[in-house]
T-cell receptor
Framework: NAGVTQTPKFQVLKTGQSMTLQCAQDMNHNSMYWYRQDPGMGLRLIYYSASEGTTDKGEVPNGYNVSRLNKREFSLRLESAAPSQTSVYFC?????????????FGPGTRLTVL | GQSLEQPSEVTAVEGAIVQINCTYQTSGFYGLSWYQQHDGGAPTFLSYNALDGLEETGRFSSFLSRSDSYGYLLLQELQMKDSASYFCAVREGGKLIFGQGTELSVKP
C-alpha cells in the first residue's frame, strides 16, 4: 500500500497562475483533508471532506477550491495564485469512525508563488 | 471553537527525559492526540488519550487530565532522532485542530 500520495512534490508558480494539487489514498478511508503549513507554524486546515460527495471549509479556505473526485481522490485548486499562498501543502486521510481518528499524511507539496 | 497552547521549543540532552505540555480549550472534547514531524517530513501519529491517565508506547507516554484541560507527551531515553516538532491536536466535529507545535532539539 502506498498510503497517501501527493503530486507534484515541488511547484513554482507566478502570481495569477492556477494549478491543481492532487491527492490519493489507498486505505479506503472516508475522510480526507488539505492543510497548509508555513515555517514555524502548525497545520492549518484549508478544506476537508468527511465522506465522498461532501466538502467543508476549514480554517483558511479563501483562495482555494476542492473536489472530492471519488473516495480515493481529493484535489486542491488554486485559481489565481498569490505570494501569500507560498507554503507546504499536506493532504491527509482518516477513517473518521470515532476514537483517535488517526490521520495519515502524504509527503507534501512545496509550493512557491513568485 | 478550539484552541491549543504548547511551548514553541524545548531543548534536552541525549538520554534525558523531556515533557511537552499542551493545554486546550474546547466546546466538546473527544480526546487529545499527538503527532511527530521531522524537518521536511510529513506528520505521523504518536498517541491518543480519550480518558484521564497515562498511555505508554515504548519510550513515549502521553498523559491527559480532562478536568484541567491539560495533557503532556513524555519522551524518555532521548535519542538524537527524537529531534523533531511535536503537535497536540483535538477533534472538533469531523476535523482535527492542531497546536502550533513544539520544536524539540536533542543535544549530544
Amino acid at each position: 500500500n502506498a498510503g497517501v500520495t501527493q503530486t507534484p512534490k515541488f511547484q513554482v508558480l507566478k502570481t495569477g497562475q492556477s494549478m491543481t494539487l492532487q491527492c490519493a489514498q489507498d486505505m479506503n478511508h472516508n475522510s480526507m483533508y488539505w492543510y497548509r503549513q508555513d515555517p514555524g507554524m502548525g497545520l492549518r486546515l484549508i478544506y476537508y471532506s468527511a465522506s465522498e460527495g461532501t466538502t467543508d471549509k476549514g480554517e483558511v479556505p479563501n483562495g482555494y477550491n476542492v473536489s472530492r473526485l471519488n473516495k480515493r481522490e481529493f484535489s486542491l485548486r488554486l485559481e489565481s495564485a498569490a505570494p501569500s499562498q507560498t507554503s507546504v501543502y499536506f493532504c491527509a486521510s482518516s477513517e473518521a469512525s470515532g476514537g483517535p481518528d488517526t490521520q495519515y499524511f502524504g509527503p507534501g507539496t512545496r509550493l512557491t508563488v513568485l | 471553537g478550539q484552541s491549543l497552547e504548547q511551548p514553541s521549543e524545548v531543548t534536552a540532552v541525549e538520554g534525558a527525559i523531556v515533557q511537552i505540555n499542551c493545554t486546550y480549550q474546547t466546546s466538546g472534547f473527544y480526546g487529545l492526540s499527538w503527532y511527530q514531524q521531522h524537518d521536511g517530513g510529513a506528520p505521523t501519529f504518536l498517541s491518543y488519550n480519550a480518558l484521564d491517565g497515562l498511555e505508554e508506547t515504548g519510550r513515549f507516554s502521553s498523559f491527559l487530565s480532562r478536568s484541567d484541560s491539560y495533557g503532556y507527551l513524555l519522551l524518555q531515553e532521548l535519542q538524537m532522532k527524537d529531534s523533531a516538532s511535536y503537535f497536540c491536536a483535538v477533534r472538533e466535529g469531523g476535523k482535527l485542530i492542531f497546536g502550533q507545535g513544539t520544536e524539540l532539539s536533542v543535544k549530544p
